[in-house]
């Protein structure tokens, strides 16, 4: 996982699964990552080729966690596959998606 700060925007990439196997690790890099002065958390799903319930809820916690601090959480670029799952569980309408 690589992590990015621009202003108060921590960019997270490198994401290839997020599952009850990786949600922990994953959420825990990201706290540990954030500062006191960023309060948007992008993450670029990109080249996710998994996501289960597991990572659904672990990507709710960090919204939770954006809020906590008048923040959101933005998701770019998801796969296909992804996106279906968003559309799906209605994530999308939680999160901004961003597709460039």
Same mark, same amino acid.
């Given at each position: 996982?690589?992590? /990015?700060?621009? $202003?108060?925007?921590?960019k997270?990439s $490198?994401?290839?699964?997020?599952?009850?196997?990786?949600?922990?690790?994953?959420?825990?890099?990201?706290? #540990?990552?954030?500062?006191? #002065?960023?309060?948007?958390?992008?993450?670029?799903?990109s $080249?996710?080729?998994?996501l289960?319930?597991?990572?659904?809820?672990?990507?709710?916690?960090?919204?939770? /966690?954006?809020?906590?601090?008048?923040?959101?959480?933005?998701?770019?670029n998801? /796969?296909?596959?992804?996106?279906?799952?968003?559309?799906?569980?209605r994530?999308?309408?939680?999160?901004?998606?961003?597709?460039t």
């Amino acid at each position: 996982m690589n992590f /990015t700060t621009v $202003g108060d925007t921590l960019k997270v990439s $490198g994401i290839i699964e997020l599952s009850d196997r990786t949600s922990k690790l994953f959420i825990d890099e990201v706290r #540990a990552n954030l500062t006191e #002065a960023q309060t948007v958390i992008e993450v670029d799903l990109s $080249g996710v080729r998994y996501l289960d319930s597991c990572g659904l809820s672990t990507l709710i916690s960090l919204h939770k /966690t954006a809020c906590s601090r008048n923040g959101s959480v933005r998701l770019l670029n998801p /796969t296909d596959t992804v996106q279906q799952l968003l559309d799906i569980t209605r994530m999308h309408r939680l999160f901004e998606i961003v597709k460039t």
